[in-house]
């Protein structure tokens, strides 16, 4: 079968959005009409009979406008109170959403503790079950309040491939403001070439990662991007990196089109979640 059919058939589907997907730019407010689609998109995606996971940044952004804070701010207390306030608010408006398409959602707030604990990952793991049992879907952020720099992942992308190995998901989508990869970066390098497949991230692949093209208000640039790809290929699922310009592309990828770029499942039974986590930062 044709590796974007299969698609079609994966059953449990981690989505990642980014802040900059989610807010305005100008102003940082809650891009409402944005976060409807995607969770109409959701609830599409979840009454075809799917699992699905939402990783959802926005916190310290949302925070940032409810408290009138304009300037980029570097100190931590800060952003970790803005972080107290904006997902909260940010919760509020997704439960409010979810509701009205009669679909029940839960937060899961982590840190690289959930990981790197054996206790703590075991009872994540049961909650994560028993949520996608119940035909909730979880919503996973990094606990911003709380985390330090020992204890951060840093940034979604490499949360949610983390979120979709800890879960054995099928599916990771990483939705973003760009196509997907390209071998150069397409904002300075007309020549750059789109990249539709990946079937094995090699070291020609990690190069085309290092030309910068994140955007400002998130944190993962394409890096970060491929290194998620690893994780969350080696753990058996496939990735894709896909345009969030229009939300609705959600269900063409879930129909088998070819939008954005599929990094191919590459199930390596050595890889231990554990151990990558523990190295993130050395
Ligand atoms: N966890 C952060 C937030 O919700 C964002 C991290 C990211 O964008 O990668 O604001």
Redesign the pocket.
């Known amino acids: 079968m044709n590796l974007r059919e299969a698609i079609k058939d994966k059953k449990r589907i981690v989505v990642k959005i980014?802040?900059s997907s989610l807010t305005h730019p100008e102003t940082g407010g809650i891009d409402y009409t944005r976060l409807e689609t995607l969770v109409r998109e959701l609830c599409n995606i979840r009454n075809s009979g799917k699992e699905v996971v939402l990783v959802?940044?926005?916190?310290?952004?949302?925070?940032k406008r409810a408290v009138h804070i304009k300037d980029a701010n570097h100190d931590i207390a800060v952003k970790q109170a803005c972080?107290a306030v904006?997902?909260a608010r940010?919760m509020m408006v997704y439960q409010k959403i979810f509701a009205e398409y009669s679909q029940v959602c839960a937060q899961v707030l982590m840190t690289k503790d959930t990981i790197t604990n054996e206790l703590n990952r075991y009872n994540a793991h049961n909650t994560f079950m028993k949520l996608l049992e119940l035909g909730v879907i979880p919503i996973v952020?990094?606990n911003?309040t709380i985390s330090t720099f020992e204890i951060k992942f840093?940034?979604?992308?490499t949360?949610s491939a983390i979120v979709a190995s800890l879960i054995d998901a099928d599916l990771l989508i990483l939705l973003s403001d760009i196509d997907g990869l390209y071998s150069d970066n397409p904002r300075t390098n007309p020549d750059a070439e789109f990249i539709e497949i990946v079937e094995k991230i090699d070291d020609r692949i990690l190069e085309m990662g290092k030309s910068e093209t994140g955007s400002s208000?998130?944190?993962?640039g394409m890096n970060t991007k491929i290194h998620a790809a690893q994780i969350a290929t080696k753990s058996g699922a496939d990735m894709i990196i896909a345009n969030s310009e229009d939300i609705h592309i959600l269900h063409r990828i879930m129909d088998g089109r070819d939008f954005g770029t599929l990094f191919v499942a590459d199930k390596d039974d050595d890889f231990e979640l554990i151990d990558y986590v523990k190295n993130l930062d050395e």
């Open positions: 980014g802040s959802s940044s926005g916190a310290i952004s949302v925070g972080a904006g997902q940010l952020n990094e911003d840093g940034d979604n992308d949360l208000v998130g944190t993962g």
